[in-house]
């Protein structure tokens, strides 16, 4: 006989109850509203117990065996988040997963007798899931897996009349429809929100050249270091930034170089938080940024913001991003930027060229540069090409011109991730 994974509401509501966990608890005695622990995996001050609900889930879902299974908190984090949000009697009702002293969201359940939702029956399984189940189950997979192909809008096709089906049960769970798009779910809200699942393009240049490129997929985050691998043991994939001596000449510019890379300590990290991309630097190096145009930093003016050393900064909020994208395909003639240029260990290269700074780094969110590209091709009212979201294990998932913008104008009124 097989074993019924437990459904997520009446796990977490006995969870509550219990109280066992730290920071999981309800707010007031209705027990309508409750708290979770959020904090990022980046903080220093992070310890176990802050994730402790993502693990009990892992562990009650059969997605996590301790002393088998290699630990994955970012793993964790997003499916217990993306298990949540598919609940149509729950709602985020404040997101506190910024605050420096107690980093938490607030939940809320929408409908009453929600405390008295029946557990699951497992007397009779037989290693099956009831057809709820099995299409919350399927959901869960497909949208864990999906990725938009960074292989740019030059092959994408357009139009599929047969966009994908899930089967719907009386007593179904998952969240109606995206408004006006004919999909069951909306696919760039849910590319968007996985966090921890952002492929980037990093580029290095010293005094100008580039001497380093790679598109690396980044679980948790990234960190550029120096030379040395910095300390391993922090959270985020470290990038390391090439020897100086290997590409330039220069003796005097590469000792220089070598100085401002040898400064870096843990790094510059850079990761999601909700709608934002955040950073924050690890080391004495100071780093200051700005957002772009991807061939060139914008350095005609001051730059927007000195990444902070003591705690994470926004850098980065996909809000205003989305915005711009609809009025672009609207007929402005600006497209929303969205290269982050990082200039490290000297002044944001404000009154003179930026080839002249010794470390300039840039870093795309591969994403974002498709979901302009796509809409660099004339409008959503007159694509040609198709935009293809391509799903693990299932046929690819094929948006309209009208689709696409619809899923933007969903996107543009709840960025609530």
Not at 335 to 344: A, D, E, G, Q, R
């Amino acid at each position: 006989m097989g074993t019924q994974k437990p459904r997520i509401l009446p796990w977490l509501i006995s969870q509550l109850d219990r109280g066992e966990l730290e920071g999981v608890a309800w707010l007031g005695e209705s027990r309508t509203r409750f708290r979770i622990p959020w904090k990022h995996g980046l903080r220093q001050d992070a310890q176990q117990e802050d994730f402790g609900i993502f693990q009990a889930w892992a562990v009650a879902s059969g997605a996590y065996t301790p002393g088998k299974d290699k630990p994955d908190l970012p793993t964790w984090k997003r499916n217990f988040r993306s298990a949540l949000n598919r609940k149509e009697v729950l709602r985020l009702a404040e997101d506190h997963s910024k605050d420096s002293q107690d980093p938490h969201k607030i939940y809320e359940f929408v409908n009453s007798g929600v405390r008295d939702i029946p557990e699951p029956d497992t007397s009779q399984d037989n290693g099956r899931h009831n057809t709820s189940d099995t299409q919350e189950d399927t959901l869960e997979k497909l949208l864990s897996d999906m990725d938009l192909s960074p292989g740019g809008p030059s092959n994408l096709t357009m139009a599929s009349e047969n966009p994908p089906q899930f089967l719907q049960s009386p007593d179904s769970d998952i969240p109606a429809l995206c408004p006006n798009s004919g999909l069951s779910e909306n696919p760039l809200k849910q590319l968007l929100a996985n966090e921890e699942d952002w492929e980037f393009e990093v580029t290095a240049f010293y005094r100008g050249c580039q001497v380093f490129q790679q598109t690396v997929f980044c679980p948790g985050g990234l960190r550029l270091v120096g030379s040395e691998a910095g300390d391993r043991m922090l959270p985020g994939q470290p990038i390391r930034l090439p020897d100086p001596a290997t590409s330039l000449t220069d003796k005097s510019v590469t000792d220089y170089v070598q100085r401002v890379l040898s400064c870096l300590g843990g790094g510059l990290a850079l990761w999601r938080a909700g709608q934002w991309l955040c950073a924050q630097r690890l080391g004495h190096c100071h780093v200051y940024w700005a957002i772009g145009e991807e061939l060139l930093p914008s350095c005609g003016h001051k730059p927007d913001g000195e990444v902070p050393k003591d705690r994470e900064g926004g850098v980065f909020n996909l809000g205003p991003f989305i915005t711009d994208l609809i009025t672009f395909i609207e007929g402005s003639r600006r497209s929303p930027l969205y290269t982050l240029w990082f200039c490290v260990g000297q002044s944001w290269p404000q009154d003179q060229p930026w080839i002249k700074r010794l470390v300039m780094v840039k870093v795309v969110p591969m994403c974002l540069r498709v979901l302009v590209d796509i809409a660099r091709q004339g409008g959503a009212s007159s694509l040609e090409n198709t935009v293809d979201l391509h799903i693990s294990n299932s046929d690819p998932l094929s948006l309209t011109p009208d689709q696409y913008m619809a899923c933007l104008q969903d996107l543009a009124e709840d960025m609530d991730f």
